[in-house]
């Protein structure tokens, strides 16, 4: 419950250190609250279909990466101005969580361990302090300015608009973002 909740402010160094420093034998879970106070967002897939999605979205784009069990991945990236003002998006396979709006978002980060029992970790060269977190992929951006259902949201990539034709072609690979 919420008793056993313990919240500890990013500054607080010598708390962290202790949780989870050599010799800690805690157990804790890490939380991080995604969007403009942390200035990242988390790009998530856990199926054959999202993994294809988000390699033809990100290519060869090195940002710091993380597994939470056998399906799932997780990929950070910069918040940025102008990203749909919604707490988390489904599209395409991919769960966009961006802690935009009033709800925020948050994901858990390695090295916690997953409900299933699994061990976050972070993919081997990509995770924190190894790559830098990269800005929001051009292509992501396409493909959000092209989501009908992202149509009501006030956001200033709808003016990057491009046909659905267009962004079919991009995701059968048969087309380059441009």
Do not use: C
């Amino acid at each position: 419950g919420l008793d056993k909740q313990r919240i500890v402010k990013r500054d607080d160094l010598d708390k962290i250190e202790e949780w989870f420093g050599p010799g800690s034998t805690n157990n804790y879970n890490i939380g991080v609250q995604l969007g403009p106070r942390s200035k990242i967002i988390d790009v998530e897939y856990d199926s054959v279909e999202g993994q294809q999605v988000a390699a033809k979205l990100f290519g060869e784009v090195y940002t710091p990466t993380y597994s939470s069990g056998n399906r799932s991945a997780h990929r950070l990236f910069l918040w940025q101005e102008g990203l749909p003002q919604t707490a988390v998006i489904k599209t395409n396979n991919l769960e966009l969580r961006l802690g935009g709006g009033n709800m925020g978002a948050q994901s858990v980060f390695p090295p916690s361990i997953h409900p299933s029992g699994s061990v976050y970790q972070w993919v081997p060269g990509l995770g924190l302090g190894e790559v830098d977190i990269q800005p929001v992929p051009e292509s992501l951006l396409i493909m959000l300015a092209n989501d009908p259902a992202l149509e009501s949201l006030d956001t200033p990539l709808l003016a990057r608009r491009r046909s659905s034709e267009h962004w079919d072609r991009i995701i059968a690979g048969k087309s380059k973002v441009v």
